[in-house]
């Protein structure tokens, strides 16, 4: 079991008898945790495994977490609140200001992108979740989904009071650009791996994935004149920027 978090990318769980610090040790069985989950899925993760994987006592386990709902709750705010977390409001915060709604979008997408490209494990674990309908897919909506889907409707909503957006329900805005991500991401991260359909850098994914999406929404000009002369029996061409 060792051998096998160690080949997942995991630091190898120490000997019995190591000691550790409080804080150290609890961070390693939540990384072990979180490894087993995602490749074993929920129902065939039990404390005895992640005890064995960590090298410890199934009673450490539970010294550290008082039972399995608590450590999900970790594993949640372990993600929030490590290094490498984003805040998807936060990261593009200067682009909502200005209301550049290019760089808001485009911001997000690449954003997002690197995330997924850097944990796929967290991407697999979250999978895992929804099809076993484990109570973590629903902590996991409620603290970041919608929250993405209230900040970026409400900003939304306000281009279109400005006449820059076009009246359509926001959240079907948001539903269309998460997909484009998340269904690149996995493709990515779980089935096409050596990028066979599509090699795409996460730069050139995130400006592409924009152009779509501002080519439906928007009112400027040179983009409704695009979508005109892409009518049926019109030039094809595609409107320079």
């Known amino acids: 079991m060792t051998k096998e978090i160690t080949a997942l990318g995991q630091h190898p769980a120490p000997a019995s008898g190591v000691r550790m610090a ?20 929920f129902r065939g993760t039990t404390t005895k495994k992640i005890a064995e994987a960590a090298g410890v006592s199934e009673a450490m386990v539970f010294r550290h977490y008082a039972n399995k709902e608590e450590l999900y ?28 709604d290019r760089a808001v979008f485009e911001g997000l ?20 979740s929804a099809l076993e309908g484990h109570e973590l897919a629903q902590m996991f909506f409620e603290k970041f989904v919608r929250r993405v889907y209230e900040f970026l409707g409400a900003y939304i909503r306000e281009r279109q009071r400005d006449g820059a957006i076009i009246k359509i329900d926001p959240a079907i ?29 996460n730069e050139s994914a995130a400006k592409h994935f924009t152009d779509i999406l501002l080519g439906g929404i928007s009112t400027k000009r040179e983009l409704k004149d695009s979508r005109k002369d892409r009518r049926p029996g019109a030039n094809s061409s595609p409107v320079k920027r």
Do not use: Y
């Open 22 to 41: 409080g804080a150290e040790r609890r961070l390693q069985i939540l990384r072990v945790a979180v490894s087993l989950f995602a490749h074993e899925g």
């Open 73 to 100: 709750t970790a594993i949640l705010d372990h993600k929030a609140c490590s290094g490498d977390a984003i805040d998807p409001e936060l990261m593009v915060a200067d682009a909502l200001k200005r209301k550049d």
């Open 173 to 201: 805005v948001v539903r269309a650009f998460i997909g484009m991500i998340i269904h690149h991401s996995l493709n990515n991260n779980l089935w096409d791996p050596q990028r066979r359909l599509l090699s795409l850098s």
């Open 109 to 128: 997408a690449f954003g997002a992108l690197e995330h997924h490209e850097s944990d796929p494990e967290f991407q697999r674990l979250l999978l895992h």
